[in-house]
């Protein structure tokens, strides 16, 4: 990949334009619930609605997880096969008779990466969402965008990264960094729902000949209000972006 090739990441992709193609009856809920719940108001409806199928999409595409409850466990095999002879991903879930689970996705954050790179050369505008991982189902990697897979507590995560097991971009050290101070799954999607997504907006600067990217509530960063506990700057030092006070900054 050309962008962050050999990283360790979510799954997630690209907002496709059939995404946003929306049809009567195809989602588990209004798409006027599904833009309130990004709390973005420049958003249209259909683009709102979007992002979330293209979350389900992604994640089914990328991991072989369908975010569906109660799944028959043959079903998942049945979408995989209709897409690989070219049906869509909205279109395959019509045949199954599911209709898409927005439901399971709670959004969590929203990340616009600086005009200054920082990482890559590309600029991002991307929403994360949390989930629950549906029972049953077992996640696997296309061998193709993705070439391998695995499961990490929060904290399990970090440790690797600062071992050098794996590679971790700004965007998910930082998220894994607030995921790390929650004691459970369902703890996370309590505090998703009891909040509105945070917006966050890294501003780079160079330090001592370093290179650091700082977040709302550092002394450096255009808003000064904290969003999070923890670290609110990371430092390109030693091949990779540590924060001050090393791994136990990022921990709880």
Known sequence: SGVLGGAHVFPGGK???QDCLIQPGSLDQPVEALHRRLNEAELDHSTAAGLHVAALRETFEECGLLLHPGLAPEVPGRLTRQLSEGM???DAMRALKLPLPTSSLHPWSRWITPRTPSVSNRRFDTRFFAALAPSGQEASHDQHEVTETGWFTPVAALQHY???QISLAPAQIMTLSQLARFVSAGAVLQAAAERSPALIEPEPFQLNG???ICYPGDARHSVKERIWAGP???TF???RFEAEGGLAALLP
């Open 162 to 164: 600062w071992n050098n």
């Open 210 to 212: 370093e290179r650091v």
């Open 232 to 234: 609110t700057r990371l």
């Open 237 to 239: 030092r030693n091949q």
């Open 88 to 90: 869509g991903f909205m």
């Open 15 to 17: 907002l496709d334009e």
